[in-house]
């Protein structure tokens, strides 16, 4: 799906109308805990911000690092949801890393050929639509 100028403008206003819950202060603090790890995946993967690489492992994992990040199956064999066979070329056990660098491949560059180094991770827009796309539209 393409980012369109009226789908980022229904992103803003969806933003824009999102009330804070108790459970965003569960989330948070579960996401900064991880924050020094999602920093090193991001930089190691065309600098995606800390923040994204944390959003999803809260979505696909509750922040277990036990998980592969593509869909939280457990790290000691490949992935038998969608995407099953994960990760390729390797065998398990893996590492968190290993599986945050192969989903965010396959997520950012295999599935939607994005160019990373001129996406705007500042512009809610493109967030959204990305976090979006990441679990299917």
Same mark, same amino acid.
């Given at each position: 799906?393409? #980012?369109?100028?009226?789908?980022?403008?229904? =992103?803003?206003? #969806?933003?824009?109308? %999102?009330?804070?819950?108790?459970?965003?202060?569960? =989330?948070?603090?579960?996401?900064?805990? /991880?924050?020094?790890? =999602?920093?090193?995946?991001?930089?190691?993967?065309?600098?995606? +911000?800390?923040? *994204? *690489?944390? %959003?999803?492992?809260? #979505?696909? %994992?509750? $922040?277990? $690092?036990?998980?592969?990040?593509?869909? /939280?199956?457990?790290?000691?064999?490949?992935?038998?949801?969608? +995407?099953?066979?994960?990760?390729?070329?390797?065998?398990? +056990? =893996?590492?968190?890393? &290993?599986? @945050?660098?192969? @989903?965010?491949? #396959?997520?950012?560059? &295999?599935?939607?050929?994005?160019?990373?180094?001129?996406?705007?991770?500042?512009? @809610?827009?493109? *967030?959204?639509? $990305? $976090? &979006? /796309?990441?679990? /299917?539209?």
């Amino acid at each position: 799906m393409k #980012l369109t100028t009226q789908l980022s403008d229904e =992103y803003e206003e #969806l933003w824009k109308s %999102c009330k804070i819950t108790k459970n965003v202060s569960w =989330y948070s603090r579960r996401m900064f805990k /991880g924050e020094d790890t =999602y920093r090193a995946i991001g930089k190691k993967f065309h600098n995606v +911000p800390w923040w *994204v *690489v944390g %959003c999803i492992h809260g #979505l696909e %994992c509750s $922040f277990n $690092f036990n998980q592969h990040l593509h869909n /939280g199956d457990s790290l000691k064999s490949k992935t038998w949801r969608v +995407p099953s066979g994960r990760i390729p070329n390797k065998n398990a +056990p =893996y590492s968190f890393e &290993e599986s @945050a660098l192969d @989903a965010l491949h #396959l997520n950012l560059v &295999e599935k939607r050929k994005m160019h990373l180094d001129v996406f705007d991770w500042n512009d @809610a827009g493109n *967030v959204f639509w $990305f $976090f &979006e /796309g990441y679990n /299917g539209w």
